[in-house]
């Protein structure tokens, strides 16, 4: 049984910083899979904000750089995403993803953290 579970959301003045986590369990392997966060404002496509490589490399969305940044724990089979500086545009459901593409083919989702930035 695989699982991603998002926590850490919550609300948020402008200009104020939350961390996200996500814990991984069953056969999923943060460092063994690309993880990412994605998020999901009512009414619009889904997002990618940040990913993390196997080999540790990283992507953020436009929107998010010199603002977010996305790690992993391989001990505690965590990542996170540390957001600074956050806008009322930031608000949002936030999803962790866990893809794999060898051995085999596999992507999971998480069941989502509310984050919302307002005075």
């Known amino acids: 049984q695989v699982q991603l579970v998002e926590s850490g959301g919550g609300l948020v003045q402008p200009g104020g910083s939350l961390r996200l986590s996500c814990a991984a369990s069953?056969?999923?392997?943060?460092?063994?899979?690309?993880m990412g966060w994605y998020r999901q404002a009512p009414g619009e496509q889904r997002e990618l904000v940040a990913n993390?490589?196997?080999?540790?490399?990283?992507n953020y969305a436009d929107s998010v750089k010199g603002r977010f940044t996305i790690s992993r724990d391989n001990a505690k089979n965590t990542v996170y995403l540390a957001m600074n500086s956050l806008k009322p545009e930031d608000t949002a459901v936030y999803y962790c993803?866990?893809?794999?593409?060898?051995?085999?083919?596999?992507?999971?989702w998480g069941q989502g953290t509310q984050v919302t930035v307002s005075p």
């Open positions: 993803n866990a893809a794999i593409t060898r051995p085999r083919v596999g992507v999971y």
């Open positions: 069953g056969n999923i392997f943060v460092s063994r899979y690309t």
């Open positions: 993390i490589t196997r080999g540790g490399s990283t």
